[in-house]
């Protein structure tokens, strides 16, 4: 089993920067992908960005490309959003998640391949 525990959420204005964790533990990590997904009051889980652990290859949703990185830190098993130019459309619960890596990225990720799943931290970009 993989734990996923996120942080760095918070309320900060458009335009801000914020960056989120994702402490992974249990079993090792190195075969799996991991992606941030969000989900807005009212709306489905979004999908944002993932990356394959073994060699950091990403994947970004359209509507983050170029404004939120994903990263990761092998060393300390944690997983990254830098999250830059927020707009008050970015506020949402991001999650964190973990699949086993099959060999390549599905089409903006769907939530169902996931299989680990962290609690969520809040984000919330006033205007």
């Known amino acids: 089993q993989v734990q996923l525990v996120e942080s760095g959420g918070g309320l900060v204005q458009a335009g801000s920067s914020l960056r989120l964790s994702c402490a992974a533990s249990g079993r090792t990590i190195s075969s799996y992908a991991m992606g941030w997904f969000r989900q807005a009051p009212g709306k489905e889980r979004e999908f944002v960005a993932a990356?394959?652990?073994?060699?950091?290859?990403?994947y970004y949703s359209d509507s983050v490309k170029g404004r939120f990185t994903i990263s990761r830190d092998n060393a300390k098993s944690t997983l990254y959003l830098q999250m830059n130019s927020l707009q008050p459309e970015d506020s949402a619960v991001y999650y964190c998640?973990?699949?086993?890596?099959?060999?390549?990225?599905?089409?903006?990720?769907?939530?169902?391949?996931?299989?680990?799943w962290g609690q969520g931290t809040q984000v919330t970009v006033s205007s």
């Open positions: 998640a973990a699949r086993y890596y099959s060999g390549y990225f599905v089409t903006n990720e769907p939530d169902s391949i996931y299989t680990h």
């Open positions: 990356i394959r652990w073994n060699n950091g290859a990403t």
